[in-house]
């Protein structure tokens, strides 16, 4: 098979190292007008950006080769997992680009913004809502798990809304700590967010897919009352906890909320892995299959709780409010394949921007205080 690919839009042959997905491209530019930087990492820097040829709006993970020196594997196995990736509920690799100094993700983007800012700023949040939510997770989960892959670090934060739509679906981003399993295997790095891991991690003893189950359950927990189940400003402290699997359903916090969602959640947040729910055992619970998730307002408590325990990040709120904002405006209302959508209307471009809103939440799973001791 030939694999040279001749056009207008700069691709040249494929690398030689075989893997045949990457479009090999001298100048990028060629191909996408470059917006704005929307983010940098330790290797890499993320841009918005325009596809020339069909005007759309993606998110463009900028790689220099020079910076990966001895980090190669890492980003291979994230592109390597993000490559065999394709569900509704995942923020999506669209293509791969590589040029003499450069690695190009070209990545879906969602304009919907995070996670907790939606429900900050909804009038009305229920049980109901929660599971909806928790079910679009489990399910993507359990796509990623049948596929045999880990993604290890789910958390708030990489739970992103595709667009501004009031029954927006939620997409999981991020896939940086990402690991495909062998046949039977299982993995023993310790990794991902204090707060999130599950005590196998923190004992460092091998784990596997058991572990995306207990971080949705500590991410339902947060969904319900708005502070993480494990505090504690000294992070040895807090891993004790976690080891123990020590964690309360507090009142007056949780008075309101079914017996049935604490259930759900004791069975993701079970200390033993081979006990614990998995992702199909989770989506079969009547939190989840059945009616059993309570239609009462939690808005007020749940709300005010996200904004006390979880701190903010200052750099992503500067970015989004200059750069984003101001592009994102301009560009949905001038270059949607669907014609022109309100400024703020997500639904406006065929991808979504996978980028933080204006306040963006760096949840540790490190409480500012206990739950008691809150007014």
Known sequence: M??????????????????????????IRRIYEFREVLGTGAFSEVVLAEEKATRKLVAIKCITKKALEGKETSIENEIAVLHKIKHPNIVALDDIYESSTHLYLIMQLVSGGELFDRIVEKGFYTERDASALIRQILDAVKYLHDMGIVH?????????????????????????????????SVMSTACGTPGYVAPEVLAQKPYSKAVDCWSIGVIAYILLCGYPPFYDENDA??????????????????????????????????KDPCKRFTCEQALQHPWIAGDTALDKNIHQSVSEQIKKNFAKSKWKQAFYATAVVRHMRKLQLGTSQEGPHHPHAGGGTRGALALPSPISWCARGVMLRPPSSMP
């Open 237 to 270: 402290k807090l891993f004790e906890q976690i080891l123990r699997a020590e964690y309360e359903f507090d009142s007056p916090y949780w008075d309101d909320i079914s017996d049935s969602a604490k259930d759900f959640i004791q069975h993701l947040m079970e």
């Open 2 to 27: 030939d694999r040279t690919r001749v056009s207008p839009r700069g691709i040249m042959p494929l690398g030689r190292d075989g893997s045949s997905w990457k479009k090999r491209t001298e100048d």
């Open 152 to 184: 290890r670090d789910l958390k708030p934060e990489n739970l992103l809304y595709y667009s501004m739509d009031e029954d927006s679906k939620i997409m999981i981003s991020d896939f940086g700590l990402s690991k495909i399993e062998g046949c039977g």
